[in-house]
C-alpha cells in the first residue's frame, strides 16, 4: 500500500464530537437501564409477572425514554420529522431487544444463569447495536440533510 490513502482524515473536531454523544448516549443509557431494569426488577420479583414479560415492559419504557432524550440531547436531531424517527428507533430498538432477548432466554434456560444476573447481561448486546444502529440510521446526518 502507498503512503497515500483514499480514506479521508478525521477530524480532531468530528472526533470530539462523536466522543461527545458516545458520553451522552451512555448517561441517556444509565437513566433508562435503571428505570427498565428497576421496572423489570419490580414485576418480576416484587409482583410475580414472568420475567419474559417483564423484560418486555421493561424495555418498552426504557425505549420511550431513550428515545426522547436521545432525539433531543445526544444526537441533537430535532430538525428531522419526529414521527419517522420514532419508527425508525422502534424497528432499531426491536432488533436490538430481539438480540438481548434471546440472549438472555439462552442464558436462563440453557446455560443456567439466573435470570437476576441474565437481564443486565442482556443489556451489554442491546447497548451495542442500539448506539450503532442509532447513529448510523435513526439520526444520521444524510438523514436531516436529505428531508
Known sequence: ????????????????AEFGRII??????LLNTTLGLGTIYLLQNGLGVDYRIANAI???????TSFILNRIWTFKST???????????LVNALICWGIQILAVITMVETLGVPKEIAQPLG????TGCNYIGNRLFVFAKT?????
Open 1 to 16: 500500500m502507498t503512503e497515500e490513502s483514499h480514506i479521508p482524515p478525521v477530524r480532531r473536531d468530528e472526533w470530539r
Open 24 to 29: 451522552r448516549f451512555g448517561l441517556v443509557g
Open 123 to 126: 443489556m451489554v448486546a442491546y
Open 79 to 89: 430538525d428531522a420529522p419526529a414521527l419517522r424517527q420514532g419508527a425508525l428507533f
Open 143 to 147: 438523514r436531516q440533510q436529505g428531508k
Open 58 to 64: 421493561g424495555y418498552a419504557l426504557g425505549i420511550l
